[in-house]
């Protein structure tokens, strides 16, 4: 069974910046095709923020962060990151990183993911 941890996540004055990490163990087979950080703030729909394809490494943004969080992974420690930087009020949210197991499937929709972390809580005073 996958499981995704993710940490660092806290409280940080608008500006800030903080690193997210993803944490992920119980690879039977292949390692995911995609992995991807999600945001989910009170009352909203939970949103793609990044995603990474792990061969390759080519990246993809949401417009609302793009140029200020950068995603990562280093396959020999099977880790992700998100680096966030600049950080605004409107970033506050639980973050979650999620993978595609299934090779060739869409990284881009929600429902593609067939692994999710707990979350860790990201909070960003003005």
């Known amino acids: 069974q996958v499981q995704l941890v993710e940490s660092g996540g806290g409280s940080v004055q608008a500006g800030g910046s903080l690193r997210l990490s993803c944490a992920a163990s119980?690879?039977?087979?292949?390692?995911?095709?995609?992995m991807g950080w999600f945001r989910q703030a009170p009352g909203k729909e939970r949103e793609r923020v990044a995603h990474i394809y792990t061969v390759g490494g080519s990246t993809y943004y949401s417009d609302s962060v793009k140029g200020r969080f950068t995603i990562s992974r280093d396959n020999a420690k099977n880790t992700m990151y998100l680096q966030m930087n600049s950080l605004k009020p409107e970033d506050t949210a639980m973050y979650y990183c999620?993978?595609?197991?299934?090779?060739?499937?869409?990284?881009?929709?929600?429902?593609?993911?067939?692994?999710w972390g707990q979350g860790t809580q990201v909070t960003v005073s003005s």
């Open positions: 119980g690879y039977t087979g292949s390692r995911p095709y995609c």
């Open positions: 999620a993978a595609v197991m299934t090779w060739g499937r869409t990284c881009t929709t929600i429902d593609a993911y067939n692994y």
